[in-house]
């Protein structure tokens, strides 16, 4: 049988453990120290021994997931796979490494605990009489996917646990308690903006301004942002707030689990910080009820004390009652993004590059297309020795199609190839709503 063999060069030594027993049994090995000469084309061989091969063995380990060119390697395998719908790959796993979703699909064989019964195992399933989808090219059973699943959650319990977690919480977090999506609340602030307008400039409008506005003008929100904020003045903070807070939100069950995280724990250190860019008081209101010490930062010259849960408030801060602070200004409109990016010491981005060094951040809500919140990542992992992937993001798995539709598995790939390049694991979830009893596990100990 044509076996391809895609590892670390770190992890040589044991790779030619599993190379050598292979060709003791007979197997036709493909591995690049013996298969790519002087003046080789790189690319073209791996891929001429990719699509060549019978079987794909793929070394998942610390190592493999701290090298940018071996996980190109293990993603154009996965891309060849979903491509030709001919799973033929097997992961194998020779430490205690995190293990990307789209190679968590496969069974893989488990080196960790037993070398040489792992061995015996990947050996016997490639005899010619064993050879069948069922030993060497089926996909991974919902349980197996949730024992990968559970490695996660475990390595954020133990973060937790050392005091060294970070919650960095963005619009979804706040939507399911009745705070308006980001384009419901654009709609509600040129409403106010052109009833605004219609007063001082006598310019008569339909009812349906706001809303033909918007998709008259096609503009990017936030340039719709700088119109509002330059038309709406020195309001426009309060305006904002009003709209906010327009159906009253109070909580979710999101907040609530993020609440039950940040409870202090007999056997372990608090949640460290959160980072929030919301501009809303929900969390801090549910903290409060909670009687859980926390403290809203939203500009440098404010400070927590050693019993306060520190809330960065990194776009800016609106509580719900009580005069807006003029040092607080939300980052809404185009101006304000340029404003962050541009300044690469301003106090919010010096936080979140803090936490996203020194911590385990978990991003709840968040869709990572935040230029600035990737460029942030990006300097981070950069700047990570290791190159391991610290960091958690949940993403709701896709499923436009059916059951094993090719296009849902090329999104899935790609989207887990854009977070890991951030430093970033995914969190695969079915729905949204299984996030809460996530978080609880995480407070739980996995």
């Known amino acids: 049988m044509k076996i391809f063999v895609s590892y670390s060069h770190q992890d040589r030594p044991r790779v030619n453990l599993i190379v050598d027993r292979l060709q003791q049994a007979g197997h036709e090995v493909w591995i690049d120290n013996i298969r790519i000469k002087l003046g080789d084309n790189i690319a073209?061989?791996?891929?001429?021994?990719?699509?060549?091969?019978?079987?794909?063995?793929?070394?998942?380990?610390?190592?493999?997931?701290?090298?940018?060119?071996?996980?190109?390697?293990?993603?154009?395998?996965?891309?060849?796979?979903?491509?030709?719908?001919?799973?033929?790959?097997?992961?194998?796993?020779?430490?205690?490494?995190?293990?990307?979703?789209?190679?968590?699909?496969?069974?893989?064989?488990?080196?960790?605990?037993?070398?040489?019964g792992?061995?015996?195992?990947?050996?016997?399933?490639?005899?010619?009489?064993?050879?069948?989808?069922?030993?060497?090219?089926?996909?991974?059973?919902?349980?197996?996917?949730?024992?990968?699943?559970?490695?996660?959650?475990?390595?954020?319990?133990?973060?937790?646990?050392?005091?060294?977690?970070?919650?960095?919480?963005?619009?979804g977090v706040s939507v399911g308690a009745g705070v308006p999506v980001w384009t419901e609340l654009l709609l509600r602030l040129l409403e106010s903006m052109i009833d605004r307008l219609s007063?001082?400039?006598?310019?008569?409008?339909?009812?349906?301004?706001?809303?033909?506005?918007?998709?008259?003008?096609g503009?990017?929100?936030?340039?719709?942002?700088?119109?509002?904020?330059?038309?709406?003045?020195?309001?426009?903070?309060?305006?904002?707030?009003?709209?906010?807070?327009?159906?009253?939100?109070?909580?979710?069950?999101?907040?609530?689990a993020i609440v039950e995280l940040?409870?202090?724990?007999?056997?372990?250190?608090?949640?460290?910080?959160?980072?929030?860019?919301?501009?809303?008081?929900?969390?801090?209101?549910n903290l409060a009820a909670s009687r859980i010490p926390a403290r809203a930062i939203y500009t440098e010259a404010i400070r927590h004390s050693s019993d306060e849960l520190p809330i960065y408030h990194v776009h800016g801060y609106l509580?719900?009652?009580?005069?807006?602070?003029?040092?607080?200004?939300?980052?809404?409109?185009?101006?304000?993004?340029?404003?962050?990016f541009i300044d690469p010491f301003s106090w919010s981005n010096l936080i979140q590059l803090n936490k996203l060094t020194h911590n385990t951040c978990l991003f709840v809500g968040i869709s990572l297309t935040d230029p600035n919140l990737r460029r942030l990542l990006d300097?981070?992992?950069?700047?990570?020795?290791?190159?391991?992937?610290?960091?958690?993001?949940?993403?709701?798995r896709p499923k436009w199609g059916s059951k094993n539709d090719a296009l849902d598995d090329l999104t899935t790939l790609l989207e887990e190839q854009d977070a890991n390049a951030l430093g970033l694991n995914v969190v695969w979830v079915d729905e949204y709503a299984e996030i809460p009893e996530i978080l609880r596990s995480v407070r739980r100990g996995g």
Not at 319 to 340: C, M, T, W
Not at 385 to 396: E, G, I, M, N, Q
């Open 44 to 116: 073209e061989r791996i891929n001429e021994g990719i699509s060549t091969a019978e079987v794909v063995l793929v070394v998942v380990s610390k190592n493999s997931m701290s090298s940018k060119w071996v996980q190109q390697e293990f993603s154009s395998i996965a891309l060849s796979e979903i491509s030709k719908r001919q799973p033929k790959v097997i992961p194998l796993l020779i430490d205690a490494g995190p293990v990307p979703s789209y190679l968590a699909n496969y069974y893989f064989v488990d080196l960790t605990r037993d070398f040489e």
């Open 118 to 171: 792992g061995l015996n195992l990947l050996v016997d399933s490639l005899a010619p009489t064993k050879r069948s989808k069922e030993t060497v090219q089926v996909r991974r059973t919902e349980e197996s996917r949730k024992e990968s699943q559970s490695t996660q959650h475990t390595a954020l319990s133990n973060a937790l646990r050392m005091g060294r977690l970070t919650v960095v919480a963005g619009a």
């Open 199 to 217: 007063e001082n400039k006598a310019i008569k409008l339909g009812n349906n301004a706001a809303k033909e506005f918007s998709e008259r003008q």
């Open 219 to 256: 503009a990017s929100s936030l340039i719709l942002g700088k119109y509002l904020k330059n038309n709406l003045g020195k309001d426009f903070s309060k305006y904002v707030r009003d709209a906010l807070y327009a159906k009253n939100p109070t909580t979710c069950d999101v907040i609530d």
């Open 262 to 285: 940040a409870r202090p724990q007999r056997d372990g250190k608090p949640l460290d910080s959160i980072i929030t860019f919301n501009f809303d008081a929900l969390i801090e209101e």
């Open 319 to 340: 509580p719900r009652s009580g005069k807006v602070s003029a040092e607080s200004e939300i980052v809404f409109s185009e101006d304000a993004y340029h404003g962050q």
């Open 379 to 396: 300097v981070a992992w950069r700047k990570n020795p290791d190159k391991t992937l610290s960091h958690f993001v949940f993403k709701r």
